[in-house]
């Protein structure tokens, strides 16, 4: 498939180590690069890790390396931007492999919609929030609830954004996210008092996307896009 071809795929990986997804990440955006794959959103969750963007530093970890050990989380450096986060199960991290030229928008305005996408969806739950000037994201009040880190090669999009649904918030204390000191970092089922099936989030997630970037997208799995990988037909 080319630039403009408007199909896309819905890739769902379940619960993945971050390195091995973003291996597949990076494929696709070969593919991608090579008019050899459509458009692809990327759905995972991760077992407990901190990476850290472009522009952030291992000093923003406040635990030990025995510390980190002892609560089993894995440390890694991205190619995304911006700084710290922590990702582990619970957190919903969606990874859009569009073309901008598609979708009409540069960098900076595609990120700035990616944060209205996180705020579409988190209004279908009765949860109203905002963004904050030089802060990607979005805010709960002054919690940070959802964050956006985007990669652009060639005007092509990785990477994206996350949104703490059922996650486990103690690790953030163990760094400043997002290189801010004592940053509050909230969730879904924190804000709503309970928990939140993953698949509804999903579910609403896929029509927001759809509308959004106009992009009809059809489920596949990753033995479906292993194979076509390897083909290099789509």
Known sequence: MGRGDQNGYWLDLGLIPYGPAFVIQERILEGRMGNRFPATVILQE???????????????????ADELKRSGIE????NRGGDITYHGPGQLIVSPLLYLGNIDLNANQYLHRLE?????????????????EDYPGVWWNQAKVGGVGIAVKHGYTFHGFSLNV????APFTLINPCGVSRMPVTSLHQILESEIPMKEVKEKLYEILMETFSLPMMDVSRK???EILVS???
């Open 166 to 169: 059922n996650l486990d918030l």
């Open 116 to 132: 209205d996408v996180l705020i579409n969806l988190l209004s279908t739950f009765g949860v109203h929030t905002h963004k904050k």
């Open 75 to 78: 440390v890694l450096e991205v």
């Open 224 to 226: 479906e896009v292993e």
């Open 232 to 234: 290099g037909c789509t």
């Open 46 to 64: 991760n077992p407990p890790v901190f990476t850290i963007g472009r522009t952030g530093s291992r000093s923003n970890i406040l635990a030990s």
